[in-house]
């Protein structure tokens, strides 16, 4: 039997998340005529396109499926907070703020984009917010900056009902700083929102937490060239394989825009494989900037914290 290279690949859209099924591969040096190869449940898994490799690389990984959090791109961000109270009838609910950089938002109120915080005709009642230069926002969609945004989460506590704060870390990107403190220079109270997800209010006094972020950062860099070392060739490969299959024995790739080999907006099993069509059988070249170091041209949602050489 011939071998043969395959990819399972589909997007969960409810969630954000890119959903593919780990596949087995194995390169000889040979050339690769497609061929039909059929999962257990009878659904065709044929890759079919015709690879030429020059070495001799055997990788086997075992199929099975996985889920990756969707980044954000570069200067961009979005954060979820979700503040609850479940004590009393006035003291009860659930409030969820949003506050985000998106390409194309606008500073200003949009209509079906942003919305204003209205507060709870009983003033005693919980209640929660975002406030920004003085306007208060249950969503806030802003234009992209590399400008540090300092603003307040307001929170009013229903008696001495306790609030809980939640948010997912995994939303934010590799780069840039996401912080929340009290108002008193954080002696009482400092988050890294990167490195937990929640936290439970119960001083009564912290009416007011200061939300501090510092964007994700800007960075040229060269299509394909992972590993940082000005070129692209077959450690660029390894080291994107390694990241998809076995993160835990690499190093973290810490510019994804340029292990998106094929700039399709993501990072996943299809950029190794154009690599390699690219790198052994005369494919086309990673998509611009290659094989120079410069800025995307195409925005997408992937973040890059290390420049090129």
């Not at 929660?128 to 249950?138: F, R, Y």
Request: aromatic share 10%; net charge negative.
């Amino acid at each position: 039997m011939r071998p043969v290279l395959f990819d399972c690949l589909s997007r969960n859209r409810d969630q954000g998340h890119l959903l593919y099924s780990r596949p087995k591969l194995v390169f000889i040096p040979n050339v690769i005529q497609p061929e039909r190869v059929f999962a257990e449940n009878g659904k065709d898994l044929t890759y079919g396109r015709v690879m030429k490799l020059t070495e001799t690389l055997f990788i086997s990984l075992v199929t099975t499926c996985l889920l990756l959090p969707a980044a954000t791109s570069a200067q961009e961000f979005y954060l979820e907070l979700e503040a609850s109270s479940s004590l009393g009838a006035a003291g009860g609910g659930i409030n969820t703020l949003i506050l985000s950089q998106a390409q194309g938002a606008s500073d200003g109120f949009v209509q079906g984009e942003d919305e204003y915080s209205t507060p709870p005709a009983n003033n005693s009642a919980f209640h929660s917010w975002i406030s920004i230069d003085g306007q208060e926002w249950k969503t806030c969609r802003r234009s992209p900056s590399n400008t540090d945004l300092v603003c307040v989460i307001g929170l009013n506590f229903y008696q001495t009902n306790p609030i809980l704060l939640q948010w997912n870390s995994a939303d934010l990107p590799n780069s840039g700083s996401f912080t929340l403190e009290d108002a008193f220079g954080g002696g009482v109270l400092f988050i890294n929102l990167k490195e937990q997800d929640s936290i439970l209010i119960d001083n009564i006094a912290l009416t007011n937490l200061v939300l501090r972020i510092t964007p994700p950062i800007q960075q040229n860099f060269m299509r394909g060239d992972v590993n940082v070392d000005s070129s692209f060739n077959m450690s660029d490969v390894i080291t994107s394989l390694g990241n998809l299959f076995q993160p835990d024995t690499v190093s973290p790739i810490l510019c994804r825009k340029a292990a998106d080999v094929n700039d399709d907006g993501g990072f996943n099993l299809s950029d190794p494989i154009y690599g390699l069509y690219f790198l052994f059988n005369g494919g086309p070249a990673p998509v611009t900037p290659f094989p120079e170091c410069s800025q995307d041209l195409t925005p997408d949602p992937l973040d890059c914290a290390q420049s090129c050489l």
